[in-house]
């Protein structure tokens, strides 16, 4: 379950945290919604790290009118469910893309366009916000998400590969 060495460690590790909710949840059943939250969370961090410069997303303070964004402002918020459909339309992800989906059939695209109710970004804001009436685990929740992260950071991984490395947490450092 664990996901490719190449992607950013940052990453990597909070799925890892998601991951190991999930096993504590063996000893102790309410952990299973933590790990999912944390899994959804792990899959936003990706989302925004390699679509963020390509979906449009809203300033994180209102700007009077006339007035320009300042070097120091924080960069625009992307709503997850912007980034989930981006997946889709525009990276061109199908279920067949998703080995999950490939391997025991059904599908997750409208989980991701908003055609399937709920929604992943429905559930991450139910999780977040305390939804009262979600309690049990959602199926193959935390499977879906590693796949879809594999998915967003293919041609990363892939060109990683190319160039001999094997790791993440081994790239050459950048001094200035």
């Not at 999780?127 to 193959?140: C, I, R």
């Not at 796949?147 to 060109?159: G, M, N, P, S, V």
Request: charged content about 25%; aromatic content about 6%.
């Amino acid at each position: 379950m664990a996901l490719d060495p190449l992607i950013p460690s940052v990453v990597r590790l909070k799925f890892q945290r998601a991951l190991k909710l999930h096993y504590l949840a063996w000893i102790d059943g309410d952990l299973i919604k933590a790990g999912e939250l944390v899994a959804l969370t792990a899959l936003e961090l990706a989302l925004n790290d390699r679509y963020g410069g390509q979906v449009a997303g809203r300033p994180k303070k209102k700007l009077k009118s006339g007035q320009a964004p300042s070097l120091t402002d924080k960069p625009p918020q992307r709503s997850f469910a912007a980034l989930l459909k981006h997946m889709v339309d525009g990276d061109g992800l199908t279920d067949a893309d998703i080995p999950m989906i490939a391997r025991c059939g059904g599908t997750a695209v409208g989980q991701l366009t908003g055609t399937t109710k709920p929604t992943l970004a429905d559930r991450r804001n139910g999780l977040a916000h305390g939804d009262p009436f979600d309690g049990l685990p959602t199926s193959g929740l935390i499977e879906l998400v590693r796949d879809l992260i594999d998915f967003a950071y293919r041609d990363y991984t892939k060109e990683g590969r190319a160039l001999g490395i094997v790791s993440h947490d081994t790239l050459p450092s950048v001094s200035g």
